[in-house]
């Protein structure tokens, strides 16, 4: 699984963003899950480990496509 924080947010899904600067798309609706067990955290930056949907895509960044991002799970180490 890649790895890479939660680099901005709105009404209807995130972006993920890697260390090698790659975004991905993280639809609300196709990650429930994670909402529901990080709604009371605010979501910039948080570290997170997740699946690439390379049959969906929204867009473009930094000249590549921004694959869909799914079973996102937060990646937190204390």
Sequence with gaps: MPYGNIHTYGNHAFTIETNDKKQYYGPYE????????????IFYK???????DYKKYAG???GTKRYFAI????????
């Design 71 to 78: 079973n996102i799970i937060i990646e937190l180490v204390i």
């Design 30 to 41: 196709l990650n429930k899950q994670f909402i529901e067990q990080a709604e009371f955290l």
């Design 46 to 52: 948080i570290p997170v480990k997740f699946n690439i």
């Design 60 to 62: 473009e960044s930094n």
